[in-house]
Structure formats: C-alpha cells, structure tokens
C-alpha cells in the first residue's frame, strides 16, 4: 500500500488544513511530518472555525487517527491549549491522536533564542513567527535536543534545567532580556498533559499500517518556498516542506510515496521577509489581501499578496514530485478586470524560467494575461457550471504544468469544494 502527501506549493497559507479536513473522512491515518507550531492550519465547516497549529486537520473526521510524527517539533504549552480548544472531549482526542516518541520539544529556551537571534538580524530579519521553531530544530541537529519520548524519564527534569542554562547563556550573549515564569508554568502543564497521551514508536505504526492496507496521508505544513534547503534561503523555515520530508518526518521508505498533492493558490502570499518576484505593493494587492482574508492565521500579520507565479510553481512541482493539483481561493479573484500570470523572469536582461539561485538581485516578472469572470463561484457545485474564463485559467495552469487541476475550492468552508 502507498502513502499519500498533500503539501504546499507556495510560501505557506495555500489552503492546506482545509483540503485535509475535505479528505480526512477518506484515509485511516493524517500524519503531520514537520514544522510546528508555527502552522497555521484553518477549517471551517458548521458555521465554526479552527487554526490548528500541531494537531493534523484529520482531527474532526470521527474515524481516522492523526499522529504528530517524528518530524515535528512540539510545543507542550501550544499543544495543551490546542487539544482544549477543539470542542472534542480530551478524552475523545486522546483516542484520535497520536505522538511518536522521536518528536523533538520546542523548550521555553528555543522561544527565546529566536527572538533573540531574530532581533540580533537588523534589516536581514526573517519574519520569524518567533514560535521557537529555528532553535529547537538547532538543537535537534546538534544532538542536545529533548524528545517527545524524554518526558517520562527520571532525569526529564535534570535535561530540562541543563538545556535551559544553556538557553540562558546564549540569550546573555544576546544581551537578550526576558521574563519566562509564566511561559515556562504552562509549558510543564503541556507536558503533564502529553503524558497521558499515546506517546509511541510511530515508524512501526505507519509501516504496519500500510502493510495491513491502510490509507494514510502526510500533511506538509509551510510549503515548498519555505523549504531549508530548496526554498529562498536564508528567509525559509528550518525544516524540509517537501515531499521528501515526508519520508525522514514519518519513517516511510521513498518507494511507498502514491499520490503527491500540490496545493496552490489562484495567486501568491508570503508573510515575512525574503524575495517575492509577483509581489502587488499596488490596489491590487491591497484588494487580493481584502478580499482573502489574508492575515497569518499564526501571527495575525497582514500576508504579501501578488500574482500566480508560474516558474516558482513549475519548479515546485518538480522538486515534489507532484502528481495532482488543487487550486484554492479562486473566488478572491473574483471581479478583478483583468488576471495575470507570469510566466518567466528577467534576470540582468536574459529571460529564464528557472528560479535564480540569487533572488536578492532584480527579478522582473514577464506576465501573460487572462480574462478575468464577475460570478461569485463560492455557491458553484459543479465544474461544468463555473465560468468559462476561470476554466481558461484552469485550462491554462494544466498545459503548463502537464498536471490535473483534481480539486477547486471556491471558499473557506468544507462544502465550498469542487472535485473533478
Ligand atoms: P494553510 O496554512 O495552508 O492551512 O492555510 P491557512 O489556513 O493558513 O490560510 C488559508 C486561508 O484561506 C484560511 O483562512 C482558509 O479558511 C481560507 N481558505 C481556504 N480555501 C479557501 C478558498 O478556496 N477560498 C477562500 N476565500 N478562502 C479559503
Ligand atoms: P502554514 O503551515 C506561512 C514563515 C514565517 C517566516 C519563515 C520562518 O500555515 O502554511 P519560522 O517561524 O518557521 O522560523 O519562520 O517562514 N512561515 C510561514 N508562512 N505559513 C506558514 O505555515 C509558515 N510557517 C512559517 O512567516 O517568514
Ligand atoms: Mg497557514
């Protein structure tokens, strides 16, 4: 049996939690494989919203498990205030969730070290969510890390106090200054919480799992521009978004990946700094951020918002693998007069369709234009009943990617959900 991926394309916010709620109902096992709290995974359905941050968007179908998979990186404060917000009894959620042993935990530390560092960049910032992530991955690397599976040790405490004095005598070369008390207190309440959860070795689940024909999907969390190694370093997250992450994140051979979803949106957001060639710092802009609600579902900061990025797209789809395609927020484009799509770069005058390694220097996006429609698509069911010029625009990204568009979701609700 294979495993299933549906991941970002973009910089993040492309719509993922949503689609993995749409689906969740289908597989046995939602598996996220990296990142953390950083995520900011929205859902709607029933006139109620959630923004899951750690916990895999397969929580609400009834049947199906979700497992925190060795990848992640956790925080036990985030973790405990998540699980209490899900209008699911606790006892209920600890029968749907799981936590492999190998995750790596976000120590109040890590928080501040990224601020710290982060503060230390000047006009080189990264527009850290400054939720620990960077550090605590640091630490993972470096092999001075605390794991999920630590926290039932007799020395737990001892590698806590240890950990943090070293946190501690970073942040003071910082000249960093912080108050952690009340943090630290709801983090040993996340950690009490933890413990009565199903903590365990999770790369023996997954595999038994597909061998006894289970179906099982890996939730990416940020997306691919973001990736440490293939995303606009240095301003990426510190982890692989990638589908590949998804095998090193879950402990699943390559040879097991089926389906690989990329996710994308009818246009581009990025939250924080680094390059964004498409970016609109126009009415545009301001119209596509208005209109899509585009404010981080993590930090609530307003999203860059700019035109659909054909190379970047092109060159994540290649990167991941991908094999269907679905299309999010193509309702915000609703009304605009006029669409466009680029379709290369100008790079020092010579036109190119790869993404430069250097994107500090001037990318000058080359644009194709598309009609644009006027119809709200958000009450459409059916594909054929869309409007002709958003079919263009489908048409459009198919023959350019040599991918189907399998999904087009006209709205952030369950329902506004077309499949073809
Ligand atoms: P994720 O991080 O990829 O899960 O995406 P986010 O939840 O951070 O951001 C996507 C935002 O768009 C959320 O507010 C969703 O509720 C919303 N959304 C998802 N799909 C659609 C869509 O097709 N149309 C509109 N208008 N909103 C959508
Ligand atoms: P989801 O899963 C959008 C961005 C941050 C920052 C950079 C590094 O909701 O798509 P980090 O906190 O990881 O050190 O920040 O990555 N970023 C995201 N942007 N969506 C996300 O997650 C993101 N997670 C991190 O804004 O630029
Ligand atoms: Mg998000």
Request: net charge neutral; aromatic share 10%; proline share 4%.
């Amino acid at each position: 049996m294979k495993f299933d991926i549906l991941l970002g394309l973009q910089w993040g916010d492309e719509g993922k939690g949503k689609i993995v709620d749409v689906l969740g109902g289908n597989y046995d096992l939602i598996a996220r494989f990296q990142g953390g709290p950083n995520a900011g995974h929205s859902i709607e359905f029933n006139n109620k919203k959630f923004i899951l941050h750690l916990i895999p968007s397969g929580i609400f179908s009834p049947h199906t498990l979700n497992l925190i998979g060795n990848g992640v990186v956790i925080d036990p404060a985030v973790f405990r205030k998540e699980v209490e917000s899900l209008g699911i009894p606790v006892e209920e959620a600890k029968k749907r969730l799981i936590i492999s042993r190998k995750a790596h935990l976000i120590l109040p530390g890590h928080r501040i070290l990224d601020a710290a560092i982060e503060s230390d960049k000047g006009c080189r910032k990264i527009g850290s969510t400054l939720r620990g992530i960077g550090p605590a991955y640091t630490d993972k690397v470096a092999r001075n890390g605390l794991r999920a599976g630590d926290i039932f040790s007799a020395d737990f405490e001892a590698r806590y106090k240890k950990a943090l004095g070293e946190h501690r005598r970073i942040a003071a070369m910082y000249n960093f200054s912080y108050d952690l008390s009340e943090y630290e207190a709801g983090w040993f309440e996340g950690i009490e919480m933890m413990r009565d959860f199903k903590i365990i070795n999770s790369e023996y689940l997954v595999n038994n799992l597909l061998a006894s024909g289970k179906k099982i999907l890996a939730e990416g969390a940020q997306g691919t521009m973001l990736d440490v190694d293939f995303g606009s370093y240095p301003y990426v997250t510190s982890s692989n978004t990638i589908s590949a992450g998804a095998c090193t994140g879950l402990g699943i051979a390559p040879g097991h990946t089926g389906e690989v979803f990329g996710i994308f949106k009818a246009y581009c957001t990025r939250v924080g700094s680094g390059p964004f060639p498409t970016e609109l710092e126009d009415d545009t802009g301001e119209y596509l951020r208005k209109k899509g609600a585009e404010f981080g579902s993590t930090t609530g900061r307003p999203r860059r918002c700019g035109w659909l990025d054909l190379p970047a797209l092109k060159y994540a789809i290649m990167i991941n693998g991908v094999t269907k395609l679905f299309l999010t927020k193509a309702d915000v484009l609703t009304g605009l007069e006029k669409l466009k799509i680029c379709t290369s770069y100008l790079c020092h005058g010579t036109e190119t369709t790869e993404v430069p390694f250097d994107q500090d220097n001037e990318i000058i996006p080359v644009y194709t234009e598309l009609e644009a429609w006027k119809e709200d698509i958000s009450r459409f069911k059916n594909y054929n009943d869309l409007p002709a010029s958003l079919k263009e625009f489908v048409a459009f990204i198919e023959k350019n990617t040599g991918l189907p568009v399998a999904i087009i979701s006209t709205g952030p609700d369950r329902n506004q959900t077309i499949f073809r």
